[in-house]
């Protein structure tokens, strides 16, 4: 049982190029959310899922893009990478809002 | 509308004392309330979590919450501090009201020492 699959764990880009976090889940669980997590601010919510097809908007959207097509997995895409979103990035998921969250490990994204 | 407010961002104590992160919580509802952990570059672990249950919910690696609806608090506390403790620890709080309403506290790293 893996859990919260993250890939990659580490990825540099240059301003303007566009990218996909990958995340993937294998317990069936029907929410799905990504957060950013940069020193000093806590955890940010960017989108979430709260099944197949459906999405919607965290604190912090601007910039990112998500798709569910499947429940498994829930990617996140940065259309034109700036400096600012130099962060380390989480996937979560959860069978309900009120059963708790399973984290993946993380990616560490350096946009320069 | 929910809220979490953690009341410490840092809390240093000596090995082997105990350990209190203070928690509030604003809810409209009978929320679920959890702790999380972070230890340095790794993703979060729920500790534990309250669902209208016990009062009183112990977690993993020796921790424990009280859920206190009067004084609208979720402290985390420990009997006795290892060194392995020492990570950063976020409580939040999900109204359960359906869709998504999971908010996370701004975090409190713990210190541990020798």
């Known amino acids: 049982n893996a859990g919260v699959t993250q890939t990659p764990k580490f990825q540099v880009l240059k301003t303007g190029q566009s990218m996909t976090l990958q995340c993937a889940q294998d317990m069936n669980h029907e929410y799905m959310s990504w957060y950013r997590q940069d020193p000093g601010m806590g955890l940010r919510l960017i989108h979430y899922?709260?099944?197949?097809?459906?999405?919607d908007q965290g604190e912090v959207p601007n910039g990112y893009n998500v798709s569910r097509s499947t429940t498994e997995d829930f990617p996140l895409r940065l259309l034109s990478a700036a400096p600012s979103q130099t962060s380390v990035y989480f996937c979560a998921s959860s069978r309900q809002d009120t059963y708790g969250y399973t984290f993946g490990s993380g990616t560490r994204l350096t946009v320069v | 509308a929910q809220s979490v407010t953690q009341l410490d961002s840092h809390v240093s104590v000596s090995e082997g004392t105990p350990v209190l992160l203070r928690c509030n919580y604003s809810?409209?509802?009978?929320?679920?309330l959890f702790w999380y952990v972070q230890h340095p570059n790794k993703g979060l672990q729920l500790l534990l979590k309250?669902?209208?249950?016990?009062?009183l919910v112990k977690g993993i690696n020796g921790f424990e919450a009280e859920f206190k609806k009067s004084e609208t608090s979720f402290h985390l506390t420990k009997p006795s501090a290892h060194m392995s403790d020492a990570a950063e620890y976020f409580c939040v709080v999900s109204e359960g009201t359906g869709g998504f309403k999971t908010i996370f506290g701004a975090g409190t790293r713990l210190f541990v020492k020798a």
């Open positions: 899922s709260v099944g197949a097809g459906i999405t």
């Open positions: 309250y669902t209208s249950a016990a009062t």
């Open positions: 809810s409209s509802y009978s929320p679920s």
